[in-house]
Each structure stands twice: as C-alpha cells, then as structure tokens.
C-alpha cells in the first residue's frame, strides 16, 4: 500500500518543473508545437491505459518487475520464481499482439499509410516469433 506520510523531495519538485521548463524552453525559442496519436480516440486509449498502470503500481506499492530484478541480484528463489512467469506471460503477449498487428496490417490499407505503420511494422518484425 502507498504511504501516505511520504514527503515530497527533490525528485518530485524536478519532474513537475520538466514540464513547465520544456515549455518555456521551446516558447521562447519558437519551437513549440502540439503533437499528439493520430486520432482522439486512440489519445484517449493511450491515456487511459497510462492511468490504469500508474493506479496498478500505487495500489502494488511498487513495479513487480523492478522488485523482481532487485531480488535476483541477491539471488533471491522467491524473485526468480516471481518474473519466470512474468517473463512467460509477456513472451505469451508479444506473440499474440504480433499476430494480430499482422494480420490487422495485411488487411488495413488506410493503416498502411498513417505515421504509426511504420512503428508498428518495425516492431513485429523485430519481436515476432519466427512462426508469424
């Protein structure tokens, strides 16, 4: 469970001045402009999705894989047997996404021609098993 006694430091002064100092940075040096995903709807999905991991890694206390990671340098058994599953389940989604981005990239010609085609397609053919 999250503490709620935790002060404040340094770190969380440094992240919340990141963003107001970037953007006065590139104001005043007339380089500042909007960026965002190619439709609302997917800015919508990405946000949500960040929300939940943030939620899910308070409501932990913590990120499982970095605890995970930790324990191993200490040759922790509880660590090891921890992130082979962790390992396994993400191995086991790689595989499945890779299909389907394949399979949604094959059928999909306005796709073909967004900015993301090119992330995306670089991505399965980097991660995705050979059977794909």
Known sequence: MASSTTLAGFGIGLTLAVIP???A????????HWQSFDTPNQTGHYL?????IGVGGVLAGGCIVGAGLAGIASLSIAAIL??????????ATRA???????RLLGRN???QHSRAYDTALELVLVTAPASV
Do not use: D, M
């Not at 940075?25 to 500042?32: D, H, M, N, Q, T």
């Not at 499945?96 to 394949?102: H, W």
């Open 96 to 102: 499945l996404l890779s299909e389907k981005i394949v």
């Open 21 to 23: 100092g970037a953007a």
């Open 48 to 52: 949500l999705g960040a929300a939940l």
């Open 25 to 32: 940075a590139s104001l005043s040096k007339g380089e500042f």
């Open 82 to 91: 921890a992130l082979v599953p962790i390992a396994l389940g993400g191995l």
């Open 109 to 111: 010609k306005r796709i």
